[in-house]
C-alpha cells in the first residue's frame, strides 16, 4: 500500500516553462523528503523539511511541506533539460527507525 | 570520499536459487537500509540496521529473505529459493546515525533478475 500519493506520475513539458509536483498523504509525517533518480542510480537528496508550512528554496527549485505535515509540494522555475529524472517524494515518522516511506515517483522530462 | 557501493551491479539468477547482495556503507556510518525498487515503484523499505543489529526488520516480505552485518559496516543481503516476483533492484542506503532526518545516502543499487 503506498501511503504517498505522487502526481503526475508522469510530466513532459518544455524548457523554460514551469512546473509543480504532488506528494500527497492521509498520514501525519515527522519528516518529508524530496528525491531525485537517474537511471541506474540511487536516489540523492534535495531536502527535508520538518515543520509544517515550512517553505525552503534551493535555487530553482521550491519545497513547500503543507502545514498538517501531510503533503508537500516541489516547484521548478523554467526548467531546463538537466532537471529530467524521476523524482520521489518520501515520508518519515520520529521515534522509529526512521525508514523512509517512498512515493511512486514523478517522471520528468525538460526537452530543449 | 566514498559513497555507498553494492555489488555485483546486475545478477542474473533461476528460479529457486540462492543469491546474496553486498552492500558498502560509508565508512563510519552506522545506520544501514536496504530498500527494493520494482519498475514503476518506489524504493521500498526491507530492514534496518543499527550498528551489527538489526533493529526494525518489518518490511522484509516473507523468511526467503535475511540480512546480515556482522561487523556493524558491511552488509548482506540474502535470497533463498528465489522466485520471478523477487526481480527488482535493491538498494542499500547509510546514514550517520540513523537519527530524526538524518540524510540518507543511496548506492546505486543491484539490479536482480530471476528467470
Known amino acids: 500500500t503506498q501511503l504517498l500519493e505522487q502526481s503526475p506520475q508522469f510530466l513532459s513539458i518544455q524548457e523554460g516553462e514551469n512546473l509543480t509536483v504532488y506528494c500527497n498523504s492521509s498520514?501525519?509525517?515527522?519528516?518529508l523528503q524530496w528525491y531525485r533518480q537517474e537511471p541506474g542510480e540511487g536516489p540523492v537528496l534535495l531536502v527535508t523539511?520538518?515543520?509544517?508550512?515550512e517553505v525552503k528554496k534551493l535555487k530553482r527549485l521550491t519545497f513547500q511541506f503543507g502545514d498538517a505535515r501531510k503533503d508537500s509540494s516541489l516547484h521548478i522555475t523554467a526548467a531546463q533539460p538537466g532537471d529530467t529524472g524521476l523524482y520521489l517524494c518520501?515520508?518519515?515518522?520520529?521515534?522509529?527507525?526512521?525508514?523512509?516511506?517512498f512515493g511512486k515517483g514523478t517522471k520528468l522530462t525538460v526537452n530543449p | 570520499g566514498a559513497g555507498v557501493s553494492q555489488t555485483p551491479s546486475n545478477k542474473v539468477t533461476e528460479k529457486g536459487k540462492y543469491v546474496e547482495l553486498r552492500c558498502d556503507p560509508i565508512?563510519?556510518?552506522?545506520?544501514l537500509y536496504w530498500y527494493r525498487q520494482s519498475l514503476g515503484q518506489g524504493p521500498e523499505f526491507l530492514i534496518y540496521f543499527q550498528g551489527t543489529g538489526a533493529a526494525d526488520d518489518s518490511g522484509l516480505p516473507n523468511d526467503r529473505f535475511f540480512a546480515v552485518r556482522p561487523e556493524g559496516s558491511v552488509s548482506t543481503l540474502k535470497i533463498q529459493r528465489t522466485e520471478r516476483g523477487d526481480s527488482a533492484v535493491y538498494l542499500c542506503a547509510s546514514s550517520g546515525t540513523g537519527g530524526f532526518a538524518d540524510t540518507q545516502y543511496f548506492g546505486p543499487g543491484t539490479r536482480l533478475t530471476v528467470l
Open positions: 498520514s501525519v509525517f515527522s519528516s
Open positions: 518520501a515520508g518519515g515518522r520520529q521515534g522509529g527507525s526512521e525508514k523512509l516511506v
Open positions: 523539511v520538518v515543520t509544517g508550512g
Open positions: 565508512s563510519g556510518h552506522t545506520a
